[in-house]
């Protein structure tokens, strides 16, 4: 159990243009969903914490108007990368909190990830 | 704020060899710590945690123990495989967001 995609693994797209990334709870509700960015050979950056329901929280330094997340049920939330740019290329990945009710069950499963190239 | 500090890679190791990861961090509060495992061209796995002080988290031959005394998680395994070739992070979490640690990517040969 606890199985967390992401789709889709890989996408390349044309600057200028805006593309959606999906996540996931497979066989679980997820009440917060969290989305990272990874840049190579680093570390994961925590970008945002979405609530199924409710608008996103935005790390500091992360444009919310750039990085649009709606978290529409308990098992999908999406990514979206508004008018992307080359320095946007990165690994986008997910985690789902496998929540119960009265508190967070203190883990996350993650995502796959999703390869994003912006020529 | 919070933030973790782990030791630099690459390390290579040869099989059956034992392997140190060390894992510092800062927090207020009394965070719960994490080891996760990323295979290449897979997702990030959990591979062990603890939650208070003095816990030690075990999984697949490894171990950390949490010490507050020290701020620290260190990951150990006494004999490694070629296939715990990846990379390790450690993680802490308060207010239900992880803080990760830059990652420590380990070889082991044959």
């Known amino acids: 159990g606890a199985v967390v995609s992401q789709h889709p693994s890989w996408v390349i797209c044309k600057s200028g243009t805006s593309v959606k990334i999906e996540c996931r709870s497979l066989d679980f509700q997820a009440t917060t969903m969290f989305w990272y960015r990874q840049f190579p050979k680093q570390s994961l950056m925590l970008m945002a914490t979405?609530?199924?329901?409710?608008?996103?929280?935005?790390e500091q330094g992360v444009e919310k108007d750039k990085f649009l997340i709606n978290h529409a049920s308990l098992t999908l939330s999406t990514l979206t990368v508004t008018s992307a740019h080359p320095e946007d290329s990165s690994f986008y990945i997910c985690s789902a909190d496998r929540g119960s009710s009265g508190g967070s069950t203190d883990t996350q499963y993650f995502g796959p990830g999703t390869r994003l190239t912006v020529l | 704020g919070n933030s973790v500090t782990q030791m630099e890679g690459p390390v290579t190791l040869s099989e059956e060899a034992f392997l140190t990861i060390n894992c510092t961090y800062t927090?207020?509060?009394?965070?719960?710590l994490f080891w996760y495992v990323q295979y290449p061209g897979e997702g990030l796995q959990l591979l062990l945690k603890a939650t208070k002080a003095d816990d030690k988290g075990s999984n697949k031959g490894f171990e950390a123990t949490y010490r507050k005394e020290t701020t620290s998680f260190h990951l150990e395994k006494g004999s490694v495989q070629v296939s715990d070739s990846a990379v390790y992070f450690c993680a802490l979490r308060n207010d239900y967001k992880l803080s990760f640690g830059a990652g420590t990517t380990v070889t082991v040969r044959a």
């Open positions: 927090a207020t509060g009394y965070p719960s």
């Open positions: 979405s609530n199924e329901g409710s608008k996103a929280t935005y």
